[in-house]
């Protein structure tokens, strides 16, 4: 029996830090979990489970609201960022974003520059119309009409503001 203890002991050879009390006691608990399983005792790892759980429950609550309050701040009624167009002078991208409040038909769709304070920014866009004019009676959207109606809002906020002399 202690030759079987040596071989085990020489095969799994365990190295602790001696200068780490930390390191010892983690390198002796692990063993006695080992002695003890192997003498036919089952772990129970019910409270590891629920830790587990805990910890992900909370980590799950804290990035959420962190990215709540992103959205909240940062985000509003954006439903588009972009970058400016390939081989434009304007150094901004855009910031679209849109309402369609409760009980209302009326769409208002806007049209900023991602950078508000930079010398290339547009001025900012924006319409408001019933979207009963881009539905038909059966709830199809008549896409032509509502993209030139973007691509219109678009081209506005592009335009070149006339200088004055």
Not at 50 to 71: A, P, S, W
């Amino acid at each position: 029996m202690q030759e079987k203890k040596a071989e085990t002991g020489s095969k799994n050879a365990k190295k602790a830090n001696l200068l780490d009390h930390h390191s010892i006691k983690h390198i002796l608990d692990e063993s006695v979990s080992e002695i003890v399983t192997s003498r036919g005792y089952v772990e129970d790892v019910r409270m590891s489970n629920v830790r587990l759980l805990l910890g992900t429950i909370i980590i799950y609550i804290v990035f959420n609201g962190l990215l709540q309050l992103m959205i909240y701040t940062k985000e509003k009624n954006a439903i588009l960022f972009s970058y400016p167009p390939a081989g434009s002078v304007t150094s901004t991208g855009l910031v679209v974003s849109s309402k369609l409040p409760r009980f209302s038909d009326l769409y208002t769709l806007t049209i900023v520059s991602a950078d508000p304070k930079s010398i290339s920014a547009g001025k900012p866009v924006e319409f408001t119309k019933s979207v009963t004019q881009w539905f038909t009676k059966d709830g199809v959207l008549v896409e032509g009409l509502f993209w030139k109606d973007v691509e219109t809002l678009i081209d506005e906020y592009a335009a070149e503001p006339k200088k004055k002399k």
